[in-house]
């Protein structure tokens, strides 16, 4: 795979780097030649094979697998001071492009553009200090930890690992680390498939922004039935699963439709009419919906499962740097500023329902007041209509319309005085409805900066630096990548699909004996058990000796298996 001058070029130029304003004196591990920087190499590397974690666990380790390649083994100051030279260094990031681009050329060689898989293993930190902490899905809690982003290739082939802070989410990073992976591979990528967690808007919109495509689907917790949205297209048969339909779709919410960059694809059993998955992103224009699923299946097999193997067979869940640096706590910075948001939320509604009281006592006041007024002038006109009602019955004179006139202002009073009436309860009811509400947006917000109040942002916690455990992530990726090529070119047919856990267990961690000769290294393995097993064993020592390798010094490499009794 041409990984071995990768890991020479990489740790030479950080050093040389570092020893431009630094003393040698202090990287004595480091300064030696590349050939005795190999053997400590090595033992970062085979810590899984050799059923080991870190190095700390060299204090008792009494095995042979080293010393029958090297003649010795190192123990655990020589190595753990070798990888604090390492991190002093900081090889871990150009050690991570410079693998990515290997393993992608070894895998697919070109500069045809790849589709990606991504999707975080969370790696759980036990510790009783004050540190940044976040939701573990394996533990079902809140706890210290690190997020490692891994990506996949087509076929699940590795491309490399990332460490970020456990409170780091894929909208932060995934579009900056896909542009800055297409510039490590030196190829476009065509496209990254994610799970629900790449499913929010704030992605969709900065992938919107790129004109990058990409796949999720929505959060299963959020409820989203077909009412919610508007097909663009007629149903299809998914690509490979005849039980199934898809079609495209968009919100039936015009205004949110236009709002939301993201496309939709809706799938559903056969038999049935409400969706069971909603997959989004952005599309290429050539995919038809049926393609949308069936894509978004293979991140199972190619990424899911393989984050799982390098768990339980590269000791994916180790943690090897505890340096650390106090800083402010993000986690509760941000529960802080949401709860600024709910008391700044509270204080607008209350001052919007004060300003309503006040408008509505100043219009109560207003309308006492024309009412008091509208009143009284139809009283005085009222006085004035019976005034002249009594001089004209006193005169003899017609009364007729004088009394309509009266009758008639006496009416008027009595609707002023019900209008004003209505009026006013209209207003006191709404004014005890504004009353009301403040007095209980009062109660809240006192609740509520309480709450605010009560989150601690002063004290500093502990962030460590991830630098060590990049380091050793790129050796556990590159020892599964190092699986995967002897599995694809070396194994027996039926051999080929074995975990690396599996494998280290059936055949790279076999009793067996190393002779060395002058121009060549002869390894013979005890046989199996299983005469299927030993059949297997066989040829693929047949199709190793047939590849005519050598080791680093130049001697032929070969191995056999000892006949079964």
């Known amino acids: 795979m041409e990984v071995t ?4 070029e990489a740790v030479l130029t950080a050093r040389d780097s570092y020893l431009e304003s630094q003393p040698p004196s202090q990287l004595h591990h480091l300064v030696a030649d590349i050939g005795a920087l190999w053997p400590k190499f090595d033992h970062l590397l085979y810590f899984p094979i050799l059923r080991l974690t870190r190095p700390r666990d060299l204090y008792y380790y009494q095995g042979d697998g080293l010393e029958a390649i090297y003649g010795f083994t190192y123990k655990y100051m020589t190595m753990e001071h070798f990888l604090g030279q390492l991190t002093r260094v900081q090889v871990g990031a150009p050690l991570t492009e410079r693998l990515a681009f290997a393993y992608a050329q070894a895998w ?3 500069d045809a553009p790849l589709i990606i898989f991504a999707d975080w293993h969370i790696k759980p930190h036990w510790t009783k ?8 899905t394996m533990w079902g809690q809140v706890m210290p930890g690190t997020k490692q982003l891994i990506l996949n290739g087509p076929e699940g082939r590795l491309l490399g690992g990332w460490n970020h802070p456990i409170d780091t989410h894929m909208s ?5 680390l896909e542009a800055a992976l297409g510039h490590t591979l030196r190829r476009p990528v065509e496209c990254t498939i994610t799970d629900s967690e790449g499913g929010s808007l704030a992605l969709g919109e900065r992938y919107a922004e790129v004109e990058q495509n990409y796949i999720s689907v929505l959060h299963q917790e959020r409820a989203y039935s077909r009412a919610d949205f508007e097909l663009e297209g007629p149903w299809e048969e998914v690509k490979e699963d005849p039980d199934h339909k898809a079609a495209f779709a968009r919100w039936v919410d015009a205004e949110r439709a236009a709002e939301d960059p993201r496309r939709f694809v ?3 059993p056969v038999d049935q009419g409400e969706p069971t998955r909603i997959y989004t992103g952005r599309f290429a224009e050539d995919w038809r919906a049926s393609d949308v699923p069936w894509l978004h299946r293979l991140r199972w097999a190619n990424n899911e499962l393989r984050i799982r193997e390098l768990i339980q067979g590269a000791n994916l ?3 090897f740097g505890y340096t650390y640096q106090e800083a402010s706590n993000r986690t509760r910075q941000r529960e802080w500023e949401k709860a600024q948001a709910k008391v700044d939320t509270t204080k607008r509604q209350l001052g919007n329902h004060q300003e309503a009281v006040r408008n509505l006592r100043q219009r109560l006041a207003d309308l006492q007041n ?3 007024t509208e009143r009284w002038e139809l009283e005085q006109q009222l006085a004035r209509q019976r005034l002249e009602l009594r001089c004209r019955q006193h005169d003899g004179r017609a009364t007729k319309r004088a009394r309509q006139r009266v009758e008639r202002l006496r009416q008027e009073l009595e609707n002023c005085t019900a209008r004003f009436q209505r009026r006013q309860r209209k207003l006191l009811r709404r004014l005890y409805e504004h009353e009301a509400k403040s007095r209980q947006l009062r109660g809240r917000l006192v609740k509520r900066i309480a709450t605010r109040d009560t989150i601690d942002t002063e004290t500093l916690c502990r962030e460590r630096d991830l630098e060590k455990d990049q380091i050793m992530l790129n050796f556990q990726v590159l020892l599964g990548n190092l699986h995967d090529w002897v599995a694809e ?11 690396l856990e599996k494998a280290a267990e059936m055949i790279y961690r076999k009793a067996g004996r190393v002779t060395w000769h002058e121009d060549r290294i002869e390894v013979e393995l005890e046989p199996y058990r299983y005469a299927d097993q030993q059949r297997a064993m066989e040829a693929t020592c047949t199709r190793f000796n047939a590849a005519g390798l050598h080791w680093r010094d130049g001697r032929s490499l070969r191995i056999t298996v000892a006949a079964a009794e």
């Open 172 to 176: 932060h990073i995934l579009v900056d």
């Open 266 to 268: 809706l799938m559903r």
């Open 5 to 8: 001058e990768v890991v020479e």
């Open 129 to 136: 200090f004050y540190s940044h902490a976040g939701h573990v």
């Open 108 to 110: 697919y060689p070109g």
């Open 370 to 372: 024309a009412h008091t």
């Open 489 to 499: 070119n070396y194994f027996a047919p039926q051999w080929r699909t074995l975990s």
């Open 317 to 319: 869940n180790a943690n």
